[in-house]
């Protein structure tokens, strides 16, 4: 392989329903750093059916060109078809970067392609950047438990690729009327080809805890202890209107359901603010509530690494401090409503 046939950071947007999955947009942020450190183009990799006027936004997004397979047997989304065109564009234009949203069918493509053009990949990664002499892609990822951080290079093989959660990486600023070059390809399969075929779409519209777009998040920790604990977060959470979340000690104990989990195995969030209560700080729950505007740690333990990552600290025993805590709220918003203004919760 002549790894200097290899240029371009390439970036999957995924699509559903002819709208733009936000992670994609993401990336194309994180894409855009890479590519100017390595005075190379940013290209975003479009695949759907009627989805060629997405292609603006991505432009709009940072985006220099869209690569396009717009085909009624890519409307919606199969390994089978979504690996034949992302893997024939990669074969045709050798990128040398390609990052994926790790959303189910992101994960699902990248190892994919991974396979069908015999390359390597990185899985949940929270830090990216590049060493541009050597033109290689570092893909960084909590490993051991989430005890260290590992960094993941692949020297022999093009394209360097990872997946990145959703709201690891910030959004960047739209700039209307920013233009690029469509390039649009073929797929070469028919229907009647496939081993896999579309019966019926089920969707499910079961309404559960949205932690990602939260503006203000009370998170429990193992310090909680037991359902009593974890109703004194639920308490704070209700009078400031926010939604409650949890380390996975937690939510392996039964306490509260996964759809509470923040962290790597979790959801990962960026709230206003973001209040820890018996959190240890492990680096597997950093990862996922680090981007948060504030945090703030209640902790009985001075020296736990959580008050390595919070702007604001609370040495103490969380069953006194969030009783307090949630009554000081409660006065001050009831006060607020009283003086005929808005809470500034609401």
Not at 53 to 72: Q, R, S, W
Not at 87 to 92: F, I
Not at 186 to 205: P, Q
């Amino acid at each position: 392989m002549n790894l200097d046939e290899y240029r371009g950071v390439w970036v999957f947007n995924e699509q559903r329903d002819g709208e733009l999955v936000d992670v994609g947009l993401e990336l194309l942020g994180a894409g855009r750093e890479l590519a100017d450190k390595l005075e190379t183009e940013l290209c975003g990799v479009l695949i759907g059916h009627n989805v060629k006027d997405l292609a603006a936004e991505l432009f709009e997004h940072g985006a220099d060109k869209v690569y396009l397979i717009d085909d009624p047997i890519t409307e919606q989304y199969r390994t089978e078809t979504y690996m034949k065109a992302a893997g024939d564009l990669v074969r045709k234009y050798k990128p040398e970067i390609f990052l994926y949203g790790a959303t189910s069918n992101g994960k699902d493509l990248a190892s994919a392609v991974a396979t069908e053009v015999m390359t390597g990949l990185t899985a949940d990664t929270t830090l990216l950047d590049v060493n541009v002499e050597k033109r290689l892609f570092e893909a960084s990822r909590p490993a051991f438990g989430g005890n260290i951080m590992a960094t993941i290079l692949c020297k022999k093989h093009r394209p360097q690729m990872a997946t990145v959660r959703p709201k690891v990486m910030k959004k960047p600023e739209r700039q209307p009327g920013r233009t690029g070059e469509v390039i649009e390809e073929t797929i070469s399969m028919r229907e009647e080809d496939l081993r896999t075929k579309i019966i019926d779409i089920v969707r499910d519209t079961k309404k559960g805890v949205n932690l990602e777009e939260a503006d203000i998040i009370v998170a429990a920790g193992k310090g909680v202890k037991d359902e009593k604990g974890f109703k004194l977060v639920e308490d704070l959470a209700t009078v400031l209107n926010a939604t409650v979340g949890a380390s996975r000690d937690v939510v392996e104990a039964g306490i509260c359901g996964h759809d509470h989990q923040v962290g790597q195995t979790g959801a990962t969030v960026t709230p206003k603010l973001y209040i820890a209560a018996g959190i240890s700080g492990a680096i597997q729950h950093i990862v996922g509530m680090q981007n948060s505007e504030m945090i703030i740690a209640i902790n009985n333990d001075p020296d736990a690494a959580i008050f390595n990552t919070a702007h604001y600290g609370i040495v103490g025993d969380l069953f006194e401090v969030l009783p307090l805590l949630t009554e000081e709220f409660k006065k001050a918003l009831q006060e607020e409503t009283e003086e005929g203004g808005v809470p500034s919760h609401a």
